[in-house]
């Protein structure tokens, strides 16, 4: 059990802070994956092609990517909870307008405004356990945070499908959208920022945002720990949130509520994998080692999935879980940077980090949707465009050469740090 900092307000209060600031992952994955279970009613919603869904997904990353360094220094400014409660808040707005929204325009900004507010959630989750359980333990802890996104991305994937069907489109995320309401309600509630005080401030620290940005931009293992997240996390935004479904629907004929059910073992292997690979880590106090079973793992297995021949749907399933608990190594990407930053600076650190994960959300997804598009066949199914298994295999090699990179960039450029900080706390006039 990851030991706490106990206070006055005894061992539970810890853990539900934490449980509770990990509520906005939950509904961060909700908001990223949903449209891939819901690819067709939006396509007959907005009119569009794969190109088209692309970038409507895409725009949540062109929001969430570029706004985590701008996380960071607020959550080092102004601390957690100020922080949590105004981002949650737009947040469940942006949802309520998209959910009525007929216009693709106007659902594209609200999808950019999902992704800018989101971008506070993983990071949020985090330095809450930076504050409130000890250094080793903080891969674990990150892993926890993956299990709740495990959960909203499951809720993302069959179960809204499900809905949709039974309630409609707009009705199904507008109850969605007041689960959000609830979540910036609770925040404001019983969301603290540090063990000690109810009035803790950052506002005493007095680090300039640029004295922070070149600490984190000056370091190499940053960097290295950077691509790391980029490879390991890449397959997940291409085809676990985006393409998945469609992939399964064409390759193995699903219906989309089963293609859906099948994306979701993906889910289940991050919410398995993230504690198991942070436990791994906090008990062999090693860093590389979870990060090279999973690299190595999703590498073999996205081969197997996209280029072995058909598999039983128990193989499929093993495999979906697999693809999984593969990317969830990407909670140890936080204890490197943990390890190799000081506390001062940790809000930015993460902030970059977590900037690594959505990096091919903003790149690699909308290339594939053009690609798609420009090699359509032309078959359509349901009034939308339809695109074969051979076609998405001829893109989705993609997925094992980001894992290969994830694997390389750790044997040969990330240094082991043993679960130990390797740089003290900053002196302020040594970096003027």
Request: proline fraction near 4%; charged fraction near 10%.
């Amino acid at each position: 059990m990851a030991q706490v900092h106990r206070g006055a307000r005894g061992l539970f209060y810890p853990f539900l802070v934490f449980s509770v600031a990990s509520l906005f992952y939950f509904y961060d994955f909700f908001l990223a994956v949903f449209p891939s279970a819901m690819a067709p009613d939006l396509m007959r919603a907005f009119k569009i092609d794969a190109q088209g869904l692309g970038f409507l997904q895409a725009f949540f990353f062109y929001g969430y990517m570029p706004m985590q360094i701008p996380a960071g220094l607020l959550f080092d400014r102004f601390g957690v909870r100020r922080v949590l409660v105004t981002a949650s808040a737009i947040c469940a707005f942006s949802l309520l307008v998209f959910a009525f929204t007929t216009d693709y325009r106007l659902a594209c900004c609200m999808r950019l405004l999902m992704g800018l507010t989101t971008a506070f959630s993983y990071v949020g989750a985090v330095l809450i356990a930076t504050l409130w359980f000890q250094q080793r333990y903080i891969p674990m802890m990150a892993g926890f945070v993956q299990v709740m996104g495990g959960i909203g991305a499951i809720m993302g994937e069959a179960p809204i499908s499900m809905m949709v069907n039974h309630f409609g489109q707009r009705h199904a995320l507008l109850l969605v959208g007041m689960v959000g309401v609830l979540i910036s309600i609770l925040f404001w509630l019983l969301i603290h920022d540090h063990p000690d005080s109810h009035h803790h401030t950052y506002a005493e620290r007095k680090f300039t945002e640029i004295q922070k940005l070149k600490i984190i931009f000056s370091r190499p293992q940053n960097w290295w720990n950077y691509l790391f997240g980029f490879g390991i996390w890449a397959p997940m935004s291409i085809f676990s949130i985006t393409w998945g479904v469609l992939f399964l629907r064409s390759a193995y004929a699903f219906s989309n509520e089963t293609a859906a059910l099948f994306m979701s073992l993906i889910w289940i292997g991050i919410m398995v994998g993230g504690p198991f690979l942070g436990w791994l880590s906090a008990f062999s106090l090693k860093r590389k080692l979870p990060m090279i079973i999973g690299s190595v793992t999703g590498l073999v297995v996205s081969l197997i999935l996209f280029y072995g021949p058909r598999l039983s749907l128990t193989g499929l399933g093993v495999c979906l879980f697999l693809y999984g608990l593969a990317s969830a190594s990407q909670a140890v990407g936080f204890g490197i940077a943990d390890d190799n930053n000081e506390p001062e600076v940790m809000g930015t650190a993460f902030g970059f980090e977590n900037m690594s994960y959505v990096t091919a959300g903003l790149t690699l997804v909308p290339f594939i949707g053009y690609w798609l598009k420009t090699h359509w066949l032309g078959q359509m199914a349901e009034g939308v465009p339809f695109y074969t298994a051979g076609e998405f295999r001829n893109i989705l090699f993609l997925s094992p050469c980001c894992f290969m990179l994830a694997f390389l960039v750790t044997v040969f450029f990330i240094k082991e740090t043993n679960c130990k900080r390797k740089v003290l706390s900053l002196n302020v006039n040594a970096k003027k």
